[in-house]
């Protein structure tokens, strides 16, 4: 099993940043790619991006292209989600998750082995 640690999630106001981190612990050798999902009211879980174990390759979903970075502190089993210009349709509960595939297939939900309880991101003025 793994577990999560999530943080650094809150309100900010549009246009503002906000750095997400999820530390991870248990089994961590059965990881092959972390990432984020968030979920908005009313809509369904959604993938935002992923890094693979090593921190080389990257995917973002488009509608946070430019905008979000994800890296990763290995010594740590940390990932991080880097949020700039964050907009108003960004608010949602963002979620860790980690699975067993590569940084791309982590953007498929039904990969996903693990999740976190998710963290809350307002983004309202």
């Known amino acids: 099993q793994v577990q999560f640690v999530e943080s650094g999630g809150g309100l900010v106001q549009p246009g503002g940043s906000l750095r997400l981190s999820c530390a991870a612990s248990?089994?961590?050798?059965?990881?092959?790619?972390m990432g984020w999902f968030r979920q908005a009211p009313g809509k369904e879980r959604e993938f935002v991006a992923s890094i693979s174990r090593t921190g080389i390759i990257t995917y973002y979903a488009d509608p946070v292209k430019g905008r979000f970075t994800i890296d990763s502190d290995n010594a740590h089993n940390t990932v991080y989600l880097q949020m700039n210009n964050l907009k108003p349709e960004d608010t949602a509960v963002y979620y860790c998750?980690?699975?067993?595939?590569?940084?791309?297939?982590?953007?498929?939900?039904?990969?996903?082995?693990?999740w976190g309880r998710g963290t809350l991101v307002t983004v309202s003025s």
């Open positions: 248990g089994s961590i050798e059965s990881i092959y790619a």
């Open positions: 998750a980690a699975g067993q595939t590569t940084a791309q297939g982590l953007s498929n939900y039904g990969a996903i082995k693990y």
